[in-house]
């Protein structure tokens, strides 16, 4: 079983930028496809980028220009690069595989607020 763990949220004015990171235990990392998630209060998770093996990356419309996700698999870890951030992307982020393949981590919170 892989553990995962969130990094690097927090508290961020409108226009600002975060970086996550996604710390991954064990060797599974590397040979899977990584994504991102995020959960609103009162709203669904949803997934917002997801990056192959070989580090070709998709994005949700919602954040397509101004979020970056990328991933290191020397160091079991992926990232998610996030500028241009508005209130609408206030959400405990998460990752995991696309299909959800491994237990949750507990999230990194990012609120956007002036």
């Known amino acids: 079983q892989v553990q995962l763990v969130e990094s690097g949220g927090g508290l961020v004015q409108p226009g600002g930028s975060l970086r996550l990171s996604c710390a991954a235990s064990?060797?599974?990392?590397?040979?899977?496809?990584m994504a991102w998630f995020r959960q609103a209060p009162g709203k669904q998770r949803e997934l917002v980028a997801w990056?192959?093996?070989?580090?070709?990356?998709n994005y949700t419309a919602s954040v397509m220009g101004r979020f970056t996700i990328s991933r290191d698999n020397a160091k079991n870890t992926m990232y998610l690069q996030m500028n241009s951030l508005n209130a609408g992307d206030t959400a405990v982020y998460y990752c995991?595989?696309?299909?959800?393949?491994?237990?949750w981590g507990q999230g990194t919170q990012v609120t956007v607020s002036s």
């Open positions: 064990g060797r599974f990392f590397s040979y899977n496809t």
């Open positions: 990056i192959s093996a070989r580090g070709s990356t």
């Open positions: 995991n595989t696309p299909s959800i393949a491994w237990d």
